[in-house]
């Protein structure tokens, strides 16, 4: 076989070890050598050029673009054996290898040692942006890892052993070094990349555990600051260990921060300035200052000044002014320092049940108050919209353990029991005027009881409510099932700001459904779409593809952007925005294919119009901006129950406005005009 097949061969061998490589071969003549130069071009397997530049966080040019490899091979042609080719194949496969090895896609925004790439390989710990049928580089290897850390190891001493021997013999037959036969050439190339293997694969990790090991060091000497250790403040935790990030593969170092200058702002008195100084010094906690000064608005400067010059970070920007303190003090917030301006926008009037309501929406996304304003149109020039209100009840499900299961099912039984009913409902209902026992739903799992109180709690969100409401029960209990141990007062069958299915069947607060029928005309004008669209997409989106995702409760465009803007402004508890999201979105076409009926169902709509953050001056103005602040008198709850249905016409509003949008391709356009800031963010930055 001549050197040409046999260097062909040589590149069949490597493409067989690597399946993206490709290999381009030239020859170059010599007198009395031939040199063969094979410049191999190799790709990363694992990032395809049409989307590695996609990866713009990577900032690692070598990550995506291609590297030749030049290999000059200078031989002489009778010394030429079939040993030495099986040593450039392996070499080159070696290489190759070590390249595949190289070219991982870097994590997003991840500054992980390279050590963590060996971990990769013995681990099944995959990034959790990619698939886990993400090819590895190992795949590429036609061995396992082990066998393949072997035949390098085997490679590497000896290739080693046999160069040594040569040039020993060289010298003592006073040969030149530097003139080599092809088989020392092989032998060389063979050390240098097994060599780079072993080293690529042991000693980065090494290397790194020592880099890691300094970074991790700067964050300590930072945290023993005495200006940082504030017993309240727990700093010196908050630091992750340097070795977590080589374990688990995601979590990489935080990143280090600029160094901060001292804020000092002067203060209103000395008196001021002492305390400022006693919290940084740690003698005062913060938490007290409010009881110990008795001026909520004074605690919370003096706190600021002191998160300050302790963070050596400006809050510049929060606003301290122009809020009452004293309103949320042992209700709505610990420990405040200022507050956050959200805006809030107006959409409206929606007509729902015959009455207008404009609806206050407090949000920073771009176009989801105009999106909504325009959904709220189409529904006025249709007729309005039309609620029914379903149920209406609030759940709280304490876990209870038994000796046996039969116990607890014994308590079950009791607790379903239509003739217990009257007397649990009166021991409930102690707990306040506004709460009503409506039912008892028991789930058993093995010893262990799961109670699912529900009651009716006026116009209170009502949390606290049943909340004491169960604690009544629970040690009326007591005394016949004493034999009970209560584990938790919320056992997570409740279910509160979670995704459950529990929720989604049986409801949670105000379980509501919202209907309209929109015109052909209004469909065309205002929205910009046709029926039918409409109705396939919503079939294949909303229908087929939630089911697709899996979805619990998300069969809707974007039900969750309507009710968290109303919970925000209304000053509903954000975070039960989960379930008070799960949203059905139903379209058809109605009077012969020209209308379009449109609907939304909403199991879990958890609302107040009393307690929690309702009370705030700001929430209060929008809840009286709908007609519903604070209790009604004349029929407890009823302001809750509207505030409801006025979330839920909000939302059929929402859901028109978008699907609307995306059936006529306007989404993109839409959002680059209104929710990108053309201003420069780089300067404003600075
Ligand atoms: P939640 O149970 O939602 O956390 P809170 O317990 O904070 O609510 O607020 C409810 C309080 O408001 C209770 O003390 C209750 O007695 C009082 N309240 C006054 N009027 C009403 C009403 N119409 N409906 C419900 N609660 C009311």
Redesign the pocket.
Known sequence: MDRIARAKESEENAKGHVTYATCVGTRLPLPSYKIVADVLKLRSPLVPPATANTHAHTNDESSTSFTPWKIIIITNTTSTKKGEFLLLSLSCAGIFYMDTFRRLPKPLRSTAPHGNLRKRKHSAVVDDRSPSTAPKASDALPLPLHLTNAVFFTLFFSVAYYLLHRWRDKIRNSIPLHIVTLSEIAAIVSLIASFIYLLGFFGIDFVQSFIARASHDVWELNDTNPNYLINEDHRLVTCPPANISTKTNIVSAPPKLPASEPIITPLASEEDEMIVNSIVNGTIPSYSLESKLGDCKRAAAIRREALQRMTGRSLEGLPLEGFDYGSILG?CCEMPVGYVQIPVGIAGPLLLDGREYSIPMATTEGCLVASTNRGCKAIYLSGGATSVLLKDG?TRAPVVRFGTTTRAAELKFFLEDPHNFDALAVVFNRS???ARLQGIQCSIAGKNLYIRFSCS???????????KGVQNVLEFLESDFADMDVIGISGNFCSDKKPAAVNWIEGRGKSVVCEAIIKEEVVKKVLKTDVALLVELNMLKNLAGSAVAGALGGFNAHAGNIVSAIFIATGQDPAQNVESSHCITMMEAVNDGKDLHISVTLPSIEV?????GTQLASQSACLNLLGVM????ES??S??RLLATIVAGSVLAGELSLMSAIAAGQLVKSHMKYNRSSKDVSKAAS
């Open positions: 209700q609030m306040s005027r506004f709690t006026g116009d209170a969100m009502g949390m606290n409510m049943v909340s107040g119009t009393v307690g929690g604070g209790a009604c008198k407890p709850g302001y809750s």
